[in-house]
């Protein structure tokens, strides 16, 4: 019986969100039935989109320390419920014995098969890596990319969750959602673990919502139940 | 600057819920100014209550478990949200390099000067073992334990909690804090992680509810902040 290791705290908020979506999913009628995990929560490595966009300082090295952690620990398998940090997933992987499930592939697979044109809320980071967009043209799906002032909103949406304030996120959020709808675009990739937290506090999203963190989680819990976690020793 | 480890899983929703306390009770408006935590999430602990009373299987090897791999990371304090755990709180705090807040003291120090009687919510386990009761005795407070057939319901209550039936657990609580009102009792401890999310989902609690799981949170997050590990190093 192995643990799930979680690379998290990016944002901190967003790992509780993360966690929570991972207990709720498992069917468990006591403690003893749910999955063990071990949470590496650390907020202080350097921030991704920065990174990306600005030449800000690399978050690598305390990623791979993170990832080292889990490794030596013992983990069966590694989740990182921060989309942007997957810029650096090949590396990651690379230095990982335990698999590292990605964000974009769980979150690409949830979108209806209907859907051709999908709207993509992430950070500045992600857009610019542009891991999404290569993962929905595998599917044959176009990319919907925010304007730049619908962006600046995005970008203060998490902003505001990752300092807890998740009235106005959601406030926010709402906004971008209603100009996306009328422009006719019928689903979003929330592809940022904060935006879920504010998508809460909107009572009834204008289109369809994909959630990269409940997504990641559902992964999760399958590839763990199905190799019997949840089970005692 | 050191990690917060966390000794959870006991159960897993009280644990995401006790980290949730952790980062809303800390100011900070990016991630790099929230605390680091090592959460080590391990469901499979035995079942603390029925070892207390049962004789049913030792948690103890599983508890020390958790606290070396803990210590072996480098924590710099350990909190376990879970009160039932801290039956063996002596033996842990022996095993532990790092110090190890007890959850019952962090609660009692909450309970409001001047309440004289103060009802346990807790584990069957919890209450056999006594260490509350002594907490109260040390303040001069005297603790209303349920009678059994209130305590059955508390039982019940706690069980739904850890299979994720939250809206019966919340009315199987408010049911047990009514009769404790009708018998005159203004404050009550929920002396067990599971109980305050029963609570959320009582409107108006009839009474003054005092919860361990967000003592415990203040405690530790007012340890780290004094030794800034809020502060990248």
């Avoid at 997957?86 to 992987?93: C, E, F, Q, S």
């Avoid at 051709?116 to 043209?137: D, E, M, P």
Wanted: include cysteine; hydrophobic fraction near 50%; proline fraction near 6%.
């Amino acid at each position: 019986m192995a643990m799930i290791g979680i690379l998290g705290g990016m944002g901190p908020l967003a790992t509780v969100d993360f966690m929570d979506k991972i207990v709720r999913l498992t069917h468990a009628n006591s403690d003893q039935e749910h999955l063990p995990l071990l949470v590496a929560n650390l907020p202080h490595i350097e921030d991704r989109s920065s990174a990306i966009i600005d030449g800000g300082a690399d978050p690598l090295p305390a990623l791979l320390d993170g990832i080292d952690l889990l490794n030596r620990n013992g983990v069966g398998l590694i989740a990182i419920p921060c989309n942007s940090a997957h810029h650096w997933y090949g590396p990651m992987r690379a230095r990982s014995k335990a698999p590292v499930l990605h964000i974009a592939q769980t979150c690409v697979a949830a979108v209806p098969r209907a859907a051709r044109r999908v709207a993509l809320l992430a950070t500045g980071g992600a857009l610019v890596s542009g891991f999404y967009q290569q993962a929905l043209a595998d599917l044959d799906i176009e990319p919907v990319l925010p304007d730049e002032s619908m962006q600046l909103r995005v970008a203060a949406c998490i902003r505001e969750v990752k300092a807890g304030k998740l009235d106005a996120a959601g406030a926010r959020l709402e906004d971008v959602l209603i100009a996306l709808a009328s422009q006719g675009v019928g689903t979003a990739l929330m592809a940022c673990t904060e935006i879920p937290l504010a998508a809460r506090h909107i009572a009834s999203p204008p289109l369809i919502l994909i959630d990269s963190s409940l997504e990641l989680a559902r992964a999760t819990v399958k590839y763990a139940c199905e190799r019997g976690w949840n089970r005692p020793a």
